[in-house]
């Protein structure tokens, strides 16, 4: 009788070890690693070399140009925002993992496009968090169609792929990953192997059968999503049902996708009768004041496939303690620290002195570096309290030489602030538009210096 192995797995990079230790070599996380028992008799461990392939097919060898390409017909989501940020709709035969911080709205959601898509596919919601008779209540509470929308409660791995293969639905979620378990497999749910085990057996169920796999995650309380780094591996689509505690509004995000673009976002609106989604979102954003305070300013940021208008607000005061505060909100703070350098090097104004607060409107995370520019003249802005223009729109990235270098989509952007209304853009000069658009003056910059005398 084979006798049964004990190892040490890491909880965030699912790297294991024969022997305990307080740091994982591999990723340098303290404290992850996590007691395994591996015991050869258990019926997943006898199968686990009968399974051919990751989707439990035999493999077959052969030459990539004889692989027939045919065109996958997506399944709507009924929701155009949710469709946008999956490419188009959900692929048959893919897997994909939600996450989100507890009450953004991850179950609302699902069970909003379920219980719509259920009228024309045959879908199958798994609930291993909540009753059966909880869902029903959130779905009256919702007023969403309840007649053909299938429902169980249920957290055994085994048994839901029965109910699947009973009803078999062409789309199937399961709520949540992390209190599933294999009966098989000795570790408590939410556990590393149980939630890698887990996984991998309903993957490879959607990849046989052709279903929409949809995972519900947990995050940590960094962000990040609960579990070993390896689930992220073998989904196809990983998003980010991201919330703010002082807004009602949520943002999808794509944070990995195989059937479309990366970082693509979509807007909902939190409302009592569930997400809605927000056609037109640089109109939120952009509620501003009636009187324009200073430090102020209005940039394009490029999120997945479209422009978005978000305000960006700079606060800069005299400091009272000896080491200056540089604190942000929705942006990088060393990206701040690198422009607040740049701008006492070349634009010769000195905020050593000072703290500087920078802040996005709307609870909108900025990554990329085309608001450069714009915290730039926001930060001098306020410096020297003078509002700038209402009807002014700002974009650029920074280098440290000072230069002011193009953003890609340049054309684009400037046509989005010209449909909400702004008549006044400064860009960098590579991005000045051969043909400028009717109605609003478009100003070149090649450095900051040249930047700051439009103040």
Known sequence: MA?????????????????????????????????????????SSKGAGNRGGFSGQLCEVQSLNDIVLE????????????????????????AILIGGHPGAGKSTLLLQTLCKLADRETCLYVTGEESPAQVALRADRLKLPKEKLRLAAETDVEQILELARKEQPRILVVDSIQVMFLAALQSAPGSVAQ??????ALTRYAKQTGTVLLLVGHVTKDGTLAGPKVLEHMIDCSLMLEDSTDSRFRTLRGLKNRFGAVNELGVFAMTGEGLKEVKNPSAIFLNRADEIASGSLVTVVWEGTRPLLVELQA?????????????????????????????????????????????????????????????????????????????????????????????????????????????????????????????????????????????
């Open 71 to 94: 065109e996958m017909p997506r399944i709507s989501a009924g929701m155009g925002e949710l469709d946008r940020v999956l490419g188009g709709g959900f692929v048959p035969g893919s």
């Open 195 to 200: 939630v890698r085990e887990c996984a991998a």
């Open 315 to 455: 606060l800069v005061d005299a400091s009272h303690f000896g080491n200056p505060r540089r604190i942000c909100v929705g942006l990088e703070g060393n990206r701040l620290a690198m422009l607040l350098a740049v701008l006492h090097r070349h634009g010769g104004i000195q905020v050593g002195d000072q703290d500087v607060f920078m802040n996005v409107v709307g609870g909108v995370k900025v990554t990329e570096t085309a608001a450069d520019l714009a915290q730039v003249l926001a930060i001098v802005s306020s410096f020297r309290d003078r509002a700038l223009e209402r009807e002014l729109v700002v974009f650029g990235e920074v280098g440290l030489s000072g230069e002011i270098r193009p953003v890609p989509q340049g054309q684009e952007r400037l046509h989005e602030a010209v449909k909400h209304g702004f008549k006044k853009a400064i860009v960098p000069k590579a991005n000045l538009p051969r043909k400028l658009p009717s109605g609003v003056e478009v100003i070149g910059v090649s450095n900051v210096a040249e930047a700051l005398e439009y103040l």
């Open 3 to 43: 006798k049964k192995k004990t190892a040490f797995v890491c909880t965030d990079c699912g790297a294991d070890f024969p022997k305990w230790q307080g740091q994982c070599p591999a990723c340098g996380a303290w404290n992850s690693l996590q007691e395994f028992v591996h015991d050869p008799a258990t019926p």
